[in-house]
């Protein structure tokens, strides 16, 4: 601005002297002074080249580095998309990896049971056996269909009851094993596996995502068995139902009851794990307490 009000004020001034002059030969001061407002002229028409040129440079930078932000912005939202994806088939993964882990812990604690019984049946006859007197015959054994006719079971036996219904879990035919399930509760429900059999059924609920039937079947878990070896995966996985529910709270209070009865335990792992990814701090193991002075 500066500039071009001085170039102004001297075409005045070359205007002014020009007309006050008399009309005669232009003098050699008047040519000096529009030389020099030619110059000053050519010199404004330059910066102002370059100014736009500098201007069209800025312009192009600051598009640049939009593009570039926005090329970031896109690149982290789809990291963040892949993240959460992962994390999602992680814990789920988790989940089957457990139930998987729970099925081989029935399976081994089946065998344990049907190997003590063979082995107490073992030692009955041996036991019969040392009781014979010297010289006595044995008895004979009574061949089948003679005497009054035994009635017919009202079920298969319990070892094989329970591990066809835990095969066709595994194998994911739910409302087979459902069925089978529930005849092993109906017909031997105070038998040591019982508990498992109750929390299979909650846990057949929750993978058909009736979440409501299962809390309900897992507290029959956590309320009829509390011996069970099945407690602590039935209040884990009451946990997730009641969050799968919407039941926030109540969820989180159930996950953080589970680290404080179990904390050593694998569940309770788990259950810290679902509370980090909900954002909760999950509860401090409570200390033991300490010994009174005598």
Do not use: W
Not at 189 to 217: C, H, M, P, S, W
């Amino acid at each position: 601005m500066r500039v071009r009000n001085h170039i102004a004020g001297l075409a005045i001034a070359a205007l002014v002297c020009t007309n006050a002059g008399p009309a005669f030969a232009v003098s050699k001061e008047i040519i000096q002074l529009q030389t020099q407002v030619q110059t000053l002229s050519d010199q404004v028409a330059r910066m102002q080249q370059s100014l736009d040129e500098r201007m069209g440079v800025l312009r192009n930078l600051v598009e640049q580095s939009t593009d570039s932000v926005n090329k970031m912005s896109v690149a982290v939202t789809d990291l963040q998309r892949k993240s959460q994806a992962e994390s999602t088939d992680t814990a789920s993964r988790l989940e089957q990896v457990s139930g998987q882990i729970q099925s081989l812990h029935d399976t081994v604690d089946e065998l344990k049971a049907r190997l003590a019984k063979i082995t107490k049946q073992l030692d009955d006859m041996q036991q019969g056996g040392q009781n014979l007197a010297p010289g006595q015959p044995a008895m004979a054994a009574v061949p089948a269909g003679a005497g009054a006719t035994a009635a017919a079971p009202a079920a298969p036996p319990p070892e094989v009851l329970y591990n066809t219904a835990l095969r066709d879990y595994n194998a994911g035919k739910y409302d087979l094993s459902s069925q089978e399930f529930g005849d092993y509760l109906k017909y031997y429900g105070n038998t040591d596996l019982a508990g498992n059999a109750q929390f299979y059924l909650a846990d057949i609920e929750y993978r058909q995502g009736n979440f409501e039937t299962a809390v309900k079947d897992y507290d029959k878990v956590l309320e009829q068995y509390p011996g069970s070896p099945k407690v602590s995966a039935a209040q884990l996985k009451k946990g997730y139902a009641l969050l799968e529910l919407g039941q926030r709270e109540a969820g989180v209070r159930e996950l953080n009851s589970l680290i404080a009865r179990y904390p050593r335990s694998p569940e309770a792992a788990q259950a810290r794990d679902r509370l980090r990814r909900l954002g909760v701090t999950p509860a401090a193991p409570a200390s033991p307490p300490k010994a009174q002075p005598h």
